[in-house]
């Protein structure tokens, strides 16, 4: 190593936590009522000001909201699902729990976001659902999603988990006039420590889905035990605990403030990013989708052309340099390949982009020289073999 390493680890991400969220939590806790309330109502409304949805429900965790939402529309056993493999385990735990059968549609490897050009050859009678993610906050092709979805009256239900502050054509994730899922993890664009968030503009489902959120008791714990509440519930039908607690909704309140703010962040160090890691050539480089769009940048992902992936993430540990993998692709899952194995479209950019990705550090309190740091020790890195 001819470069001075740093003395403190650069983690993969950490949130951006400031006064003002530290006052609302503990506002909160002064106030006596920490769980499922009044905040999360307002959490609720904030946030679809922000997507242009009618209606939202504050969960736990997205996974959560995915169960839910597969739930509430009566997934059964054998329906298909339309899913691109790179995502995250969760949405394919899902799909399983229904005994439904995950379909998986190749992706871009540019962009890595599902290639929607391969859809409609993987339709059959028993596609019921399609899940487009927002892979690391570039928005999916909605538009040729959102055709398909009417010429065969499939449901749509975006995976927004990547996407507070991602735009397809002016509009925002979740504001397509489907059901969208977003997670609010400490590694999100904005976070409540963890929990989730569902918009749609149903709301005969919004009832259902607070119905299985909560025990599938009617009326929420604030209604049940505020002045002149009613205790008493019946249920029709069983539900989950699912709820977010105020708590948090005090924390995703003030996070929500300061989007713009934040994600303004992640785009500055991703330009950065994008002009210190030009050009070279063990690198691809992330690249943005032809349509207009805004992309968030929950995520900054390299793939390395020749270098070992093991051996590279050792090396950045060496430097002192954190990373993350997002993710292994769903049909490489050992109990994903043993149960849907031949099921779906051969994969060719899926397992052409699987060894080589690696997500670098990317969050708003980082510095330029936190930026230019990690481009150096990449640079070097690879000269060295």
């Not at 379909?103 to 028993?126: G, H, P």
């Not at 992640?266 to 994008?274: E, H, I, N, P, V």
């Not at 990317?362 to 690879?382: G, N, R, S």
Request: hydrophobic share 40%.
């Amino acid at each position: 190593m001819s470069m001075k390493i740093r003395k403190d680890f650069l983690p993969f991400s950490r949130p951006s936590i400031g006064e003002t969220e530290i006052n609302s939590v503990v506002a909160c806790l002064k106030s006596g009522w920490i769980t499922t309330g009044a905040l999360c109502k307002e959490f609720e409304d904030k946030f679809c000001g922000l997507t242009g949805a009618r209606q939202a429900v504050t969960l736990n965790s997205a996974t959560a909201g995915m169960h839910l939402m597969l739930t509430a529309l009566n997934l059964q056993p054998g329906d298909e699902v339309i899913t691109p493999s790179m995502t995250f385990a969760s949405t394919i735990n899902m799909i399983a729990m229904r005994q439904a059968k995950p379909v998986f549609v190749d992706i871009d490897y540019d962009t890595l976001n599902i290639n929607c050009d391969l859809i409609e050859a993987s339709l059959t009678s028993r596609t019921k659902v399609i899940i487009p993610v927002h892979f690391a906050g570039a928005p999916a092709d909605m538009d040729k999603i959102n055709e398909l979805a009417r010429k065969y009256s499939f449901v749509v239900l975006e995976d927004a988990a990547h996407a507070v502050g991602t735009y397809y054509k002016g509009i925002h994730a979740g504001g397509f006039g489907h059901a969208a899922i977003f997670s609010f993890h400490p590694i999100k664009n904005i976070t409540t420590g963890e929990g989730g968030m569902i918009t749609l503009n149903d709301a005969d489902l919004e009832k259902k889905l607070r119905l299985l959120r909560f025990h599938g008791i009617e009326r929420d714990a604030w209604k049940r035990y505020g002045k002149g509440g009613d205790p008493s519930y019946d249920i029709m039908e069983p539900g989950y605990k699912y709820n977010m607690p105020d708590l948090l909704a005090a924390l995703g309140i003030a996070q929500l403030e300061r989007w713009k703010e934040l994600n303004g962040r992640r785009q500055t160090l991703a330009r950065l990013y994008l002009a210190g890691l030009q050009g070279i050539d063990g690198l691809d480089l992330p690249k943005a989708p032809q349509y207009d769009h805004i992309h968030a940048w929950h995520l900054f992902i390299i793939k390395l052309k020749d270098y070992f992936r093991d051996e590279f993430m050792q090396k950045l540990a060496e430097y002192n340099i954190g990373y993350g993998l997002h993710f292994p692709p769903a049909h490489t899952l050992s109990y994903v390949n043993s149960k849907y194995n031949g099921s779906s479209m051969p994969l060719q950019e899926t397992n052409r982009a699987a060894d080589k990705i690696l997500s670098l550090p990317l969050f708003p309190d980082m510095t330029e020289d936190d930026v230019q740091y990690v481009c150096a020790a990449i640079k070097e890195i690879l000269k060295n073999g």
